[in-house]
């Protein structure tokens, strides 16, 4: 028996209500195989945690949350907490504590979603998202505070260290793919500084790679090109910030932000990585049982690929595409399914298949 301790982080809002949906998901996966157990622990860091106790994460939290395999997290944010506070004290306290510095984002459009793009289906795109600096790196400040002079300054960090790790990982990444072609993607007109030495390490970093296809684009020009000539596009690696809006267009092309997974990842394994939907915690449709699942489910395929259960992997993204088929969606994909019945649909066709 293969025993993986998982740390589950439900955190707020709708992150509850999928990442439960993807636990099931794992237990029948676990059922299923029988060789394959999964010991999950989880963790109330949430903000009503944070308002009852003044924390997200308590001392001695992280250290804690070390000695998992794992991390399965839900979304945070709250309208009761400012999301500065939110994310930093909990989402990015992970990340930055673990360094989790590589952030992999998959795009597809699953079968039966319907993409309002033109050759969508042709999108199959690979973001590598920086995850440990740029410019979510938290330095700068803010003097003067209150008074008409007020300044606040957000100082983005690229150091060489930094960016030529995210390079080598995205062209790992890329020669791992079957286009292996990667696109960099940069603000390096405008900004001259940082963003010209993530531009020169890319091609240092290039020549270890002469099999790998590259070119480069432009921020504001990517984001054109993945509407009109999505097929262009195989693996791309951008900055924290940049990485995080194209991403969240690439969920939107291919159907829903509520599909879409991404892993922390921790390449070194020196920590354990983290794995969550790309989504929020949608205050919008919080507590109402039909947040989409399927971004959960997805994330939970990323997150048994990094444990090494690629069997269990594919069998789980094959149960996910054979649901999205048949048409039965969550009203984000124009459905009226709710989330427990995708859930139970998609564990009753993991049960029914041949092992
Ligand atoms: P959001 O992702 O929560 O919601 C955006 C829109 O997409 C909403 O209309 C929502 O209903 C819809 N949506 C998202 N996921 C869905 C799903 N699984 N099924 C169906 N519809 C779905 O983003 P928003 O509204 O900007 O942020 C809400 C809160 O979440 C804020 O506090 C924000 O800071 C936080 N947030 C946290 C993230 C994280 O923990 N990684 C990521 C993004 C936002
Ligand atoms: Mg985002």
Not at 215 to 236: G, N, Q, S, W, Y
Not at 312 to 334: K, Y
């Amino acid at each position: 028996m293969r025993r993986h301790s998982i740390a589950v982080i439900p955190g707020d809002g709708i992150g509850i209500e999928v990442i439960e949906a993807g636990k099931q998901a794992l237990q029948a996966l676990a059922e299923k195989s029988g060789e394959l157990d999964f010991a999950f622990t989880d963790f109330p860091w949430s903000s009503r945690h944070y308002r009852e106790h003044g924390h997200y994460i308590p001392d001695g939290g992280l250290a804690e949350l070390a000695t998992f395999d794992a991390i399965y997290f839900g979304a945070v944010g709250s309208q009761d907490v400012p999301d500065h506070v939110s994310l930093w004290d909990l989402r990015l306290a992970i990340c930055q504590g673990f360094d989790q510095y590589a952030n992999v984002r998959p795009a597809r459009v699953l079968p039966g979603v319907n993409s309002r793009l033109q050759g969508a289906d042709r999108i199959d795109w690979v973001i590598i998202r920086e995850n440990s600096e740029g410019e979510y790196s938290g330095n700068g400040g803010r003097v003067h505070r209150g008074l008409p002079d007020e300044i606040g300054t957000e100082v983005s960090i690229f150091s060489r260290k930094g960016v030529e790790r995210i390079h080598r990982f995205a062209f790992d990444m890329a020669r791992s793919r079957s286009r292996k072609k990667l696109t960099l993607v940069t603000k390096s007109n405008a900004q001259r500084h940082g963003m010209v030495l993530w531009d020169e390490v890319f091609f240092e970093v290039a020549r270890d790679y002469p099999d790998v296809e590259t070119d480069r684009e432009l921020v504001d020009a990517v984001t054109t090109r993945m509407v009109l000539k999505p097929d262009t596009l195989d693996t791309v690696v951008a900055t924290n910030l940049h990485a995080d809006i194209i991403s969240d267009l690439a969920a939107a092309l291919t159907g829903s932000l509520g599909i879409a997974p991404t892993a922390n990842l921790n390449p070194q394994r020196t920590f354990p990585s983290m794995f969550e939907p790309i989504h929020g915690s949608a205050f919008d449709i919080a507590g109402q049982g039909i947040a989409n699942p399927v971004g959960a489910f997805w994330t939970a395929v990323m997150m048994l690929e990094h444990l090494g259960e690629t069997t269990a992997a594919e069998r789980l993204m094959a149960a996910i595409e054979r649901l999205t088929q048949t048409g039965v969606h969550s009203q984000d994909l124009g459905g009226t399914a709710t989330t427990s019945e995708l859930t139970q649909a998609l564990c009753d066709d993991i049960r029914r298949q041949a092992t």
